[in-house]
């Protein structure tokens, strides 16, 4: 069975960096095909993809976002890591990690995510 | 704005069919497949659809996709009290606006 977490600050001050970290179980980042992704949701608006780890760590980047994240991810640990900067209130969302099926090559299993304030 | 453009409403009755609609580009849609995601409230969203009409192992199907050229089609037939939510369009985007695009979602009411 497949589980991801996401963890980290609930809340970070304007222009701060904000770390989540993703722990998960069931697979393994090192299957070819596998990924992980980020992907977030203001309060009452729509899903936005951040980003994605591949199993070869080969990263893929939001393009309106790329300059503020960097994606990594610690096999042995089971986890992935992004990092956001320069943190704004337009950041404050709730943030999703999920598991990147091989074959379906779509997001299917997600965390049950982690809400981030921006405030000061 | 998202890449994806999907109905920002739909509604029905019980037992009614209902289609959420998707549009997209010739980048997205036209060469991709595309997914459909179930938002319950409060809770993560849910693989509905993946490769334009599959479903996952658990999805109902009363639950069905499809896709023409650049836009896609979720339909909900039998719609349940519990259908209500909101629902999301996705697909991979071959072009520099981001390799994975989500719709705009569309709540769905059941009356």
């Known amino acids: 069975q497949i589980t991801l977490k996401e963890s980290g600050p609930t809340l970070v001050k304007p222009t701060q960096t904000l770390t989540l970290t993703c722990t998960f179980s069931g697979f393994s980042l090192s299957t070819s095909g596998v990924g992980v992704g980020w992907i977030r949701q203001p309060p009452g608006k729509a899903l936005e993809w951040l980003a994605l780890?591949?199993?070869?760590?080969?990263?893929r980047y939001s393009p309106s976002l790329k300059s503020r994240l960097t994606i990594t991810k610690d096999t042995s640990k089971n986890q992935v890591v992004l990092t956001m900067t320069n943190m704004d209130p337009v950041d404050t969302a709730t943030y999703y990690c999920a598991h990147l099926h091989g074959s379906y090559h779509a997001f299917d299993i997600w965390g049950q995510g982690t809400m981030v304030t921006v405030s000061s | 704005q998202s890449v994806l453009t999907q109905p920002p409403s739909a509604s029905g009755t019980p037992g009614q069919r209902v289609t959420i609609s998707c549009s997209g580009s010739s980048s997205n849609i036209g060469s991709n497949y595309v997914y459909w995601y179930q938002q319950l409230p409060g809770t993560a969203p849910k693989l509905l659809i993946y490769?334009?009409?599959q479903r996952p192992s658990g999805v109902p199907d009363r639950f069905s996709g499809s896709k023409s050229g650049t836009s896609a089609s979720l339909a909900i037939s039998g719609l349940r009290s519990e259908d209500e939510a909101d629902y999301y369009c996705a697909a991979w985007d071959d072009s520099l606006s981001a390799p994975w695009v989500f719709g705009g979602g569309t709540k769905l009411t059941v009356l």
């Open positions: 490769r334009n009409n």
């Open positions: 780890i591949y199993w070869d760590d080969d990263k």
